[in-house]
Structure formats: structure tokens, C-alpha cells
């Protein structure tokens, strides 16, 4: 039997397990696909793309950083970062955890993308800008606590791609998933 493997894209405040997490929203909410547990998280308060898979193996190839699976997000930040804070995360943050690997980072427009509901908070004194941070490890809050290191919090944040998944190609909706072939492009153990 073939391993399954799920792209769902994440709503925000859907807490990333099949269990009930008291009034929140869960993956079995909208995934009815039985024995399939996710391959890294996002938190409740992040969106976009998660991958789930009922094999243990792939699991473990799509999360742990020694596969180095590029993930990438776009993350709306306070303020306007400069050249120095973007130099910054890409040579790597030092967090109270140590040492972020080093980051694709670079400025881009506003993605097209749906708005959230909630809306993030909104300040007319304080203007935001979005940033595209490419990632190979995936530590706790990594990107919120990496862009808020060098004066910038995340507002809001969205993956957009794990490996060579990317819900720019998939056309999924929030709330929205499908399956997708394991091999390949994944690299056996």
C-alpha cells in the first residue's frame, strides 16, 4: 500500500492536531482522512500550507531539517524593514535557542491572497510591509521570533511552500486540501 500524503491549507486560528483543543478548530475539522498526522505545524495563530501523511518515514523526511526541504512564508511585518534587517535574517538571528540557520529573505508586494478573519490589527501610525523568508529548519515560532530579533513582529504570517509543494501551484482555498504523490520528489531515507 502507498503512502498518503495531504496538502491542506491552514486557516488561521485552526490549532495544527486531530484532537479537540477546547473551542478551537482542529485538522479533523476539515481533513475526514483517517491516520494521517501532520509533517511539521504551524501555529494556531499561522496560515497556509501543511502537509499530513500516514506513513511515518515520509513524516520524517518532509520535517527534519537534515532533508533540507526549503519552506517558505510571507510574513507582514510592522514597519518598513531595511536593507540591514534583511541582511540580518539572512545571515541568521540569534534567538535565546541559539543561532538561526541562514534565510532566504527579501522584500515583496502584497501577495494576493484572502483576506483573514479576523483582520490583523490595524494602526494608521504604523505602516507594514511583507517579507518572503525561505527556511530550512522549522524551530517553535521561528519566523515570528526571527523577524520581531530585528525590530520587525509578524502580523501575519503564511506558508507557501514545503519542498516542492507550494500552494501557488495547488490553487487551494483556505480550508481547502488534496492529495499528492510521494514519490517523487522526495528523497528516500
Known sequence: MSAR????????GVVCQFSPAGDHPVLADYVAVPQVYPAGRLDRDSEGLVLLTDDGGLQHRLSHPRFKHAKVYWAQVENHPSAKAIEHLRRGVTLPDGPTRPAGAERIAAPDIPPRDPPVRYRASIPTAWLQLT?????NRQVRRMTA?????????????????????????????????????????
Open 5 to 12: 500524503l495531504i496538502a491542506f491549507n491552514k486557516p488561521w
Open 135 to 139: 527556511l530550512h529548519e522549522g524551530r
Open 149 to 189: 530579533a530585528v525590530g520587525h513582529p509578524t502580523l501575519r504570517l503564511l506558508r507557501v511552500a514545503i519542498g516542492p509543494a507550494d500552494l501557488r501551484t495547488l490553487g487551494l482555498a483556505p480550508g481547502q486540501w488534496c492529495e499528492l504523490a510521494t514519490q517523487p520528489p522526495y528523497p528516500p531515507l
